[in-house]
């Protein structure tokens, strides 16, 4: 299944390139994935409504270095292909895996590209309104179910109240659980779970999907090294437009966020090595054929950015002496 994100094409001299997914063609391989994982039939949903919700929570993201509508997908094909290869069609039920793919799709909406930390002591808008719990993620909630209120754009409108519910109640967890502030709350949660994991299990699947959704969220060092380090620049450009706003307004500075203090590698080595590390390990333990897919090609990034490291370093070196 879809786990290329780029599309080679056949340039003039006849070489391989790579280039990116234009937005238009991003939109059918999602339609794409909502179709062969036949949701369309099973939940009576017209192929023109799904249309037009894509097309609307295409519209809802921001053209922000980062968190824009590449990254929506990105997440989304990852969550896709970690459904196939972990083969939860046979152990979850369709309806949650409409809940994992629909949050996956959902859970950056309307992101302004500036973290929860910055809207809490900017005191903007979302933090005076969420009462600084999680504003950002309240947020991305509550835009796709405005998207969802529409009737052109409602994929649910042909489910029973009961399914309405489940659905409601498992987006709403899955996108707040893309919180990072609360990533250790979730992965311990799920490491006390995993070596007793119970598909039939109610509490058991709820951190599952949470974590299926952080897994997909901040993967992007699984991909390939072509595909990966340019999101890595991507992000670094977010964080340090908000550490050049916090600086301008005299608000404190996130550390990892500052252009002066923050060196590319390092603070990836320390991403890799203490958050993705632990995360893909933890899922892995439970479907071990993830091995090769996520959690080998994140070693890989780890010696990729090592090597980075040490050789800055060695710059540096020569450069003071
Ligand atoms: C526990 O909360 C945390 C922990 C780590 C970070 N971010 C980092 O350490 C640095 C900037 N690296 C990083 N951060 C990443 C990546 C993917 N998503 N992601 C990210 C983006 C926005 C917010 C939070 C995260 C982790 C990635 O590949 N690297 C941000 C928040
Ligand atoms: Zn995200």
Known sequence: ???????????????????QW????MLVLLQVMFTDLDFLTAFHIKLEVLQNFLFEVYCHYNSIPFHNFRHCFCVTQMMYGLIWLTDLRSKLSRIDLLIMLTSALCHDLDHPGYNNVYQINAQTDLALRYNDISPL???????????LSKPECNILKNLTCEQYKHIRGGMIRCILATDMARHNEILNKFRIMQPVFDFTNKDHKEVLMKIMVKVSDISNEARPMTVAEPWLDCLLQEFFNQSDTEKLKGLPVTPFMDRDKVSKPSSQTNFIRFVLLPLFTELTKLFPCLEQHILEPVRRALEYYSDMERANKQEQGTTKA
């Open 1 to 19: 299944h879809l786990t290329r994100v780029n599309y080679t094409t056949l340039s003039p001299s006849c070489g391989v390139v790579n280039r």
């Open 22 to 25: 234009e937005e238009a063609e």
């Open 137 to 147: 993620e309240n947020h991305h909630c509550a835009v796709a179910f405005g998207i």
